[in-house]
């Protein structure tokens, strides 16, 4: 039998494509027009080439933004990555209180940004806030609002609580994953708490530790609601990561076309670190044959 | 290296256990001797490696004790027993190399460099892995990573037992083989005494000195594999052991009669009245092919051609009964008669033996 050809298949794919079109490729499309026009006003745009991407990159305002970015992403992952191990390693393995303390875990992924912002903006104030005034009774000037130290302190201490949760449940699921074998055979091996830990709980939680990290990374890399609820960026712009610049950028001074040059950069960023994750991923599957 | 004592022994995964039921491992009484290599065997599930996870102290049994020696080890750990243990599926250490794992429990001992190194290119020429010592042991196939596990058990040399819990499983055969050689080699060698759990009847004959058939928490012999194969004490050894296994039918017994379903049939001692539910058994490798009114009037199901022998399947007023007959061996058309070797004839009440009278009297389940 004749294979039947028949072009108007081609048809049944159009509906992803237009969904495609609208949710993805026309706002991308969008903001790569915005990049290269310059306008003043009353939508009358011209061509401004490369120009605002020069000025991004060359751009101290930027830099700086990019600079606490990295620092941000970098402390949240130092404490956040042994600190949801270590908590990993606690939790009871079965049982009543398994389930409870994976529950307590879960609570404060479940709940919503600019809430968990909130929480932290009251509780770390001085007048009404627990945290805050206690800090102010042991007699530490506590003022997050002014010290831009107290307000990285508050940021990060926000985003640790927030997120730890989740390295902690995925490195849960990791050491849940280990067969009892291994620990009786490291038993009669008379291997050590540490080398226990070394040589099969971390190899073992290695897959999903490093979905961990890279699911901190991009979120910390995004990170906008928490930090412009409590600090708003400041005092300064100390607090000012890359997103609440962009916005500042784009929406407070309305300057369209460096807007679009940095989100499409920073765009950029985040898939080439993405990919650099996923390389590095697949390549230690591929070790396995090695 | 030790005896190892089995005494009043019994586990139950409940903290609560109410009745007999509740064990994994029922009451216990048992010698392991010095240097010995035993097969501990039974169908899966039956308390195989509960009970060698407590002599290895991975696992307090809820009740007796374990003495090494003269010293009771019912609460040490595993490191004071000095144990070496093999489990079923391959454990390795897959950020170290080959090398680096079978030197690994010599390590954590503080043995000096120079007698790891030597031991270590030893156990990895046992196990055919020398030229593989600097690779990472991450990515090996699971029977390379069983082998490691294998050497890892076998490279400590003043252990007082090595446990194997079924450790071939994941091996192909013509390996399997092979290892098994190896560990008989290594136990020649150095006299270690070695518990080799599995459920594979021709694994533990051929590796064993001693076969210890587990069955539902029990042990319900111990003997070498002659002692299994021609008097088994339990019903579970007779069908168990043998392929196929023994045949089993519901009898009548007096003297030196039994009664199958009225048919009448002699036995090869005499034998007091007995109670309960009276079974006789006889291997298929003694079940001939009768003529005339000889045996018991059987309904032939179909031969199996198994190569160096024939087994006739057949059924005896619904109980199925196997018969192995030579190679090449005719069944004439119209046969439907099966009798039995008298001698060969053993004789069960509720599962256990009954020994004849007049011969030596083994009392039943003493034997255990």
Known sequence: MDKVQNNKAWFLVLPVLVLVAFSAVIPLMTVVNYAVQDTFGNNVFFWHGLGWFEDVLTDSRVHGALGRQLMFSGIILAIQIPLGIAIALCMPKRGFWASVCLVLMALPLLIPWNVVGTIWQILGRTDIGLLGYVLSGLGIEWNYARNAVHAWVIVVVMDVWHWTSLVALLAYAG????????????????????????????PKMQGVLLIAVLLRFMDSFMIY???????????????SFLSIDLVKMALGQFDLGPAAAFSLMYFLVILLVSWVFYTVMTNLDKQEGK | MARITLDNLAH?????????????????????????????????????STLLNIISGLLVPSRGRVLFGDRD?????????NIAQVFQFPVVYDTMTVGDNLAFPLRNRGMDAGFVAAQVQKIARMIGMEDVLHRKARGLTADAKQKISLGRGMVREDVNAILFDEPLTVIDPHMKWELRTQLKALHNEFGHTMI??????????TFADKVVVMHDGRVVQLGTPED??????????GYFIGSPGMNLL??????????????AVALGGSYKALTGRVQIGVRPEFVTLAEGDEGLPVTIRRIEDVGRHQI??????????????????????????????????????????VAPLRSVATPQKEAV
């Open chain 2, 250 to 263: 519901d009898a009548e017994v007096s003297g030196h009669m039994a009664h199958v379903a009225g048919h």
């Open chain 2, 12 to 48: 139950s995964y409940l903290p609560n256990p109410k009745g007999e039921e509740d064990f994994a491992l029922k009451q216990l009484d048992h010698v392991w001797n010095d240097g010995e290599a035993y097969a501990l065997l039974g169908a899966s599930g039956c308390g195989k």
């Open chain 2, 196 to 205: 080799y759990v599995t459920h594979d009847q021709t694994e533990a004959l």
């Open chain 2, 312 to 353: 006739l399947r057949a059924d005896f007023a619904g109980t199925p009964i196997n018969a192995i007959l030579p190679e090449g061996a005719r069944v004439p058309a119209g046969a439907n008669r099966l009798k039995f070797q008298p001698e060969r004839i053993n004789v069960y009440a509720d599962d256990w033996r």
């Open chain 1, 225 to 239: 609601t928490e930090p412009f609820v409590v600090t708003g960026g400041g005092p300064g712009s100390a607090t």
């Open chain 2, 228 to 237: 299994l194969f021609d008097t088994p004490e339990h019903t579970f050894v």
């Open chain 1, 175 to 202: 050491l849940q994953s280990i067969p009892q074998a291994y620990y009786q055979a490291a038993k009669i091996d008379q291997a050590s708490r540490w080398k226990v830990f070394r040589y099969i709980e971390l």
């Open chain 2, 73 to 81: 080890v019912t609460r040490a750990d595993t490191v004071e027993r």
